[in-house]
């Protein structure tokens, strides 16, 4: 069955340093990759979009790869601040054009002052 | 980005009772609706997606008599728990789509917190 993983449910950094977070899927083959931000009690938010011919694509400080052969997804806060602290999804979606996204269940990250 | 607007945020009701969830597109036309729902810690589960004007597509393991959903405009989807229970408190949210936009960034409501006592 189609399944998503996220590394790990929780991730601490100090201020400043570079946030790392993953997902992986099986047997899946999706045709774009989004990643969100999730505040508490509040829904997700977009912030990048990654197909699937893509390597990498940047938004300010906020950075995402995609490995199709892998099947994996990086994404990556530079001098990350306590205000990015939230949980961050990443969801796939198919080629059949329906708009149905499979969600991770989240890492949420801690960005200490 | 798409204006979304879901109501209420949170509710608390009876079990036996029944709850309404409203989900407005302010300033783009949604010519479908998906309604996801999410367990503390867990992911976003799609429960339904519905076109307006037609009847929704229910999720396996969804109960379409039981999460009644209306999309009778492009602007307007309502999600009905019917006959709550304390296993339904959950966190409901919408995510509207216009048509051409089924394959770019989705955007969310709020979220509506439901607690069944």
């Known amino acids: 069955s189609q399944k998503i993983e996220q590394n790990s449910e929780a991730l601490n950094i100090q201020e400043g340093k570079t946030a790392t977070l993953t997902c992986n899927y099986t047997n899946y083959s999706p045709a774009y990759l989004q990643w969100y931000r999730q505040d508490p009690g509040r829904g997700p938010v977009f912030l990048l979009l990654i197909r699937e011919n893509e390597k990498e694509k940047r938004k300010e400080r906020l950075k995402v790869t995609f490995d199709t052969t892998l099947k994996q997804s990086l994404f990556h806060i530079t001098a990350s601040q306590p205000a990015d602290s939230a949980t961050y999804l990443c969801?796939?979606?198919?080629?059949?054009?329906?708009?149905?996204?499979?969600f991770g269940q989240g890492t949420t990250l801690q960005v200490k002052p | 980005g798409a204006v979304v607007s879901q109501h209420p945020s949170r509710v608390i009701c009876k079990s036996g009772t029944s709850v309404k969830i409203e989900c407005r597109s302010l300033?783009?036309?949604?010519?479908?609706m998906f309604w996801y729902r999410q367990f503390p810690k867990q992911s976003l589960m799609l429960m339904a997606t519905s076109n307006e004007g037609s009847k929704a597509t229910y999720e396996q393991g969804v109960e379409k008599d039981k999460f009644l959903i209306n999309h009778a405009s492009l602007t307007l989807s309502t999600l009905t728990v019917t006959s709550a229970h304390p296993e339904d408190s959950s966190f409901y949210i919408c995510?509207?789509?216009?048509?051409?936009?089924?394959?770019?960034?989705?955007?969310f409501g709020q979220g509506t917190r439901l607690t069944v006592v």
């Open positions: 969801a796939l979606a198919g080629s059949s054009n329906t708009g149905k996204l499979i």
């Open positions: 300033d783009f036309q949604a010519t479908t």
């Open positions: 995510s509207p789509t216009g048509q051409g936009a089924l394959n770019t960034e989705a955007f």
